[in-house]
């Protein structure tokens, strides 16, 4: 039995290996694109005022004097242990990024609980009325929420929902010691937002995988033997779109992670995009470094997931002939 | 003189009949009537052919024996009745509920109607379980039970591997079995062999023509092969343009029939060439074998072909046949053995022979549909090769081009169509005039009438034996059908799974005595005479006793 499966094992493994190939390029790239960057960390802490032998001298206890690829090796091997090394203001990286870290996941998980459940079954209601009055109207909004930028949309629901209406608050400024009804109530409006933000796409995407799927002769079949219009989508032609599916899930899952400093900004809300953004304002290096790492593993971690979740709900790839 | 057929069908009411049905399709944004005026009725266990060439109306009317009609289509009048009951008048969730339970449907390609998603069993007991009131346990032990009784191997595990687990003949049977699960009253059958080999097709004719008497139900059979049709229908009606041309007995139809568009429909089994004088070899093909991966394709094949010669390559898919002219093409290079054209060793990959040497080896495919780019007219399709091979410009090309559409029978006025404007006929008409551009010595043609309708495929039969005498082209005629073999061959050339099996001049290949495989192939091909297919069945049923 183990040898029909092996080809299966071999893809995964393959696909593996690709992901971790990657992550070691972006690494690479993140580190050289961010000693890049211009400025100097010791020369912005200590002044214009201070002298060459200072900033040399503090250049040389941070370790900024190396030669960048031992720099580079010291700061992967150290990021592989989970040590993401001391902050430029002395905290350890480790410390800063945590929480922030855990607020992103939080909101991220809400969000997708939320989003990605009903951007399926909106998909799949599109489908099944394709080109009739819910698919049009379906359409129509879609457009229009894929057209408006995320921070528009933020203060729109910002403006009706906490303002005129007074059902949520303006800032979702989360603290540690909150209860999680706080927080989900304080949460409420990003999460509605994102949900916004992500939905379209991975609604239209779903409808899409869902109709290629639906021209194809098995569903033809599937009505000639009687199956009731519900049942042709869900049953016969969904499980084929599997894979599609998967991989815009993947890509707008990692964009809830890596890429929401907007939303998290106009909500006040204490998340890693904003943590970034700090860092690179005040050329925390050390931060960025990691943040950027933290979001280029997210997108290839999902990404594989997709990959990976698209050979096994592919019976062609799973069962060997 | 006229058997009567009819005797082994139940007198009594009809169960199905279908009354001046007409149904439109919209083309072009208007209305035009695809079939108009059908009548027929059907019996419990009886079984009507429907034959006619594509665009006839064959499927369009099989689908409506289920209450359905595709995207696009209407009907506009006349009545479809399943006992008594009028299906276009009905609501559809009526219609659903016949439909898999009562009425079932046998696609064309299986391995395309099934999906591919699920297990054999789940979708051959869909119906069954959800609207035949059968429970899962009694579904699945007879969905075995009519694994076993259409041959399917280890029926009582069949069901739980995939569609792409099994070959297309099986897919075909399992097909049968999910049509058969309910012990519907009527079973439509579209094409069920069209797309199978012919010694396949044997097999998938006689599971299905068991199991029609086993079971007694009735049957509407669509092909568009008259051979076939005359094993497995009691009645024929034949099919043209949406009407029916003839209709009655098989017997009746096949000995003596009244129209001549009837006899038109096997002018393919009529076309004969002279059997050719020993010509000055072309190419000679040496000792090559292939692989794909770590499969061998090709093992040790040798053969010639002569100066103006037609060389018929056949065997089922999976023999091998494609790969040794897509070799002799330069598309796929051997692993050992050559090719000598002209007296000249080939290089073994286009990318290493010289123009003129593609030049003078051409290939046509099956499918003209994909071989031909959508996005270019008949104009730039064939003007390519005049400027690639001959540099040919301007007025000269524009010529050349009217020339050669003129050469393969088509208007010069068609220059400025798309493929996608063409017929199925007239695309691969547009194929031939490509590849006759480079004015070629040696043209490969894969499969390039498998397509077609009998009539449209004898017509090009004709054109190609014509351009030969012409222009003195060989052909290397790789084909599965022996109807095509015997019509326009000098030499034939039997392979199976990778080998050559017989080769020879035409009438000695294709009379006795044959090698077992050659022998094999040969007796799959239907006959026109009704009887052929019990013949068959009985013969091989000796042969296993043996």
């Not at chain 2, 098989?250 to 076309?271: D, F, G, K, M």
């Not at chain 2, 190609?464 to 015997?486: M, N, P, R």
Request: charged share 20%.
């Amino acid at each position: 039995m183990k040898s029909a499966y092996s080809p299966i094992f071999r893809l995964i493994a393959g696909r593996l290996a690709l992901g971790i190939l990657s992550l070691v390029i972006v690494s690479l790239v993140i580190f050289l694109a961010v000693s890049m960057l211009p400025g100097d960390f010791a020369t912005a802490t200590l002044g214009r005022s201070a002298t060459p032998e200072t900033v040399a001298a503090f250049r040389e206890r941070l370790g900024l004097d190396l030669p960048w690829y031992l720099r580079y090796f010291a700061w992967l091997g150290h990021a592989i242990a989970g040590d993401f090394g001391q902050s430029f203001s002395g905290r350890p990286v480790g410390q800063i990024i945590g929480p922030r870290l855990l607020n992103t996941l939080y909101l991220a998980a809400l969000t997708a609980l939320v989003a990605v459940p009903l951007a399926v079954g909106l998909g799949i209601v599109a489908a099944l009325y394709r080109n009739r009055l819910p698919d049009r109207m379906l359409s129509a909004a879609s457009l229009a929420s894929i057209s408006v930028p995320d921070f528009f949309f933020a203060y729109v629901l910002m403006l009706l929902l906490a303002i005129n209406l007074g059902l949520f608050p303006t800032l979702a400024s989360i603290r540690p010691s909150m209860g999680w009804d706080d927080k989900l109530y304080r949460m409420a409006l990003p999460v509605l937002t994102l949900t916004l933000v992500i939905l379209a796409h991975m609604m239209r995407n779903t409808r899409a995988a869902i109709i290629s799927i639906m021209s194809r002769p098995f569903i033809e079949m599937a009505k000639l033997k009687g199956e009731s219009p519900f049942s042709i989508v869900v049953h016969h032609a969904l499980p084929n779109a599997i894979g599609p599916i998967a991989s815009v899930v993947a890509i707008n899952l990692a964009y809830l992670v890596a890429g929401v400093v907007v939303i998290e900004v106009v909500f006040v809300y204490p998340g890693i995009g904003q943590t970034m953004v700090d860092a690179v304002r005040n050329r925390d290096i050390p931060v960025i470094q990691a943040c950027a790492l933290i979001f280029s593993v997210t997108y290839i971690l999902l990404n594989m997931i997709a990959d990976i979740v698209s050979i096994v709900s592919n019976p062609r790839l799973l069962h060997a002939r | 003189m006229m058997k009567v057929e009819d005797a082994k069908v139940e007198a009594g009411p009809d169960i199905f009949s279908v009354e001046d049905l007409r149904i439109e399709a919209q083309i072009g944004g208007r209305w035009a009537e695809i079939v108009k005026g059908i009548s027929f009725q059907l019996k419990r266990g009886e079984v009507l052919g429907l034959v006619g060439e594509s665009g006839a109306g064959k499927s369009t009317i099989g689908l409506a024996a289920l209450g359905n009609v595709k995207q696009g289509c209407r009907i506009a009048g006349g009545r479809v009745s399943f006992r008594g009951q009028d299906l276009f008048a009905s609501p559809e969730n009526i219609r659903r509920k016949l439909r898999g339970t009562r009425i079932a449907y046998v696609a064309q390609s299986a391995a395309a109607s099934f999906n591919p998603a699920k297990r054999l069993m789940d979708q051959v007991t869909e119906a069954a379980v959800k609207r035949g009131g059968q429970s899962k346990a009694e579904a699945k032990r007879n969905a075995c039970r009519l694994f076993r009784a259409l041959q399917l191997p280890d029926p009582e595990i069949f069901g739980d591997r995939y569609p792409h687990q099994v070959s297309g003949g099986q897919l075909q049977r399992a097909m049968a079995a999910m049509a058969l699960i309910c012990e519907p009253d009527l079973i439509v059958f579209d094409e069920p062999t069209t797309a199978l080999d012919v010694t396949t097709q044997v097999e998938v004719l006689m599971a299905v023509r068991n199991a029609i008497e086993t079971f007694g139900v009735a049957a509407i059979y669509i092909t568009h092969d008259l051979a076939i049709v005359a094993q497995m229908a009691d009645r024929i009606a034949v099919l043209r343009y949406g009407e029916i041309v003839e209709q009655g007995p098989t017997n009746q139809i096949l000995e003596n029939p009244r129209h001549s568009y009837t006899r038109s429909l096997w002018a393919v089994r009529e076309i004969l060439t002279e059997p050719s004088q020993k010509t000055r070899t072309l190419l000679r093909v040496d000792r090559v074998s292939a692989f794909y991966g770590l499969l061998q394709v090709l093992d040790d094949v040798s053969l010639e072909i002569g100066r103006a010669e037609t060389v018929a390559l056949v065997g089922e898919s999976g023999s091998g046949k494609s790969t040794l002219g897509r070799l002799i093409a330069g598309l796929k290079e051997p692993e050992s053995g050559s090719v000598t054209f002209d007296g000249v060793s080939c290089p073994p990959s286009v990318s290493t022979r010289s123009k003129e040497l593609l030049r003078r080896i051409q290939i046509i495919y099956q499918s003209a549909d994909t071989a031909l780019n959508p996005r270019h007219t008949v104009r730039k399709i064939i003007g390519r090769p005049l400027s690639f091979y001959h540099g040919a410009t301007g007025e000269n090309r524009e010529a050349r081009i009217g020339e050669l559409l003129k050469l393969v029978e088509l208007d010069p006025a068609f220059a400025d169509r798309l493929p996608g404007q063409l017929s199925g006929g007239q695309r691969q008409r547009v194929a031939i005039a490509r590849a006759l551009a480079a004015n070629p010595e040696l043209i490969v043609c894969d499969e390039i009438t498998s397509a077609l309708d009998q009539i449209v495929q004898a017509d090009i039969l004709k054109m190609l034996v014509s351009l030969q005498e012409k222009l003195g082209i060989s052909y290397l005629f790789i084909t599965h059908d022996i109807a095509t073999v015997k019509a326009i061959a000098n030499h034939v050339v039997v392979m199976h799974r990778g080998q050559i099996v017989e080769q020879g001049p035409k009438a000695d290949v294709l009379s006795p005595p044959h090698p077992e495989y050659t022998q094999l192939l040969l007796s799959s091909v239907p006959e026109m005479t009704s009887g052929w297919l019990d013949k068959v069945i009985s013969d091989r049923r000796k042969l296993a006793a043996a």
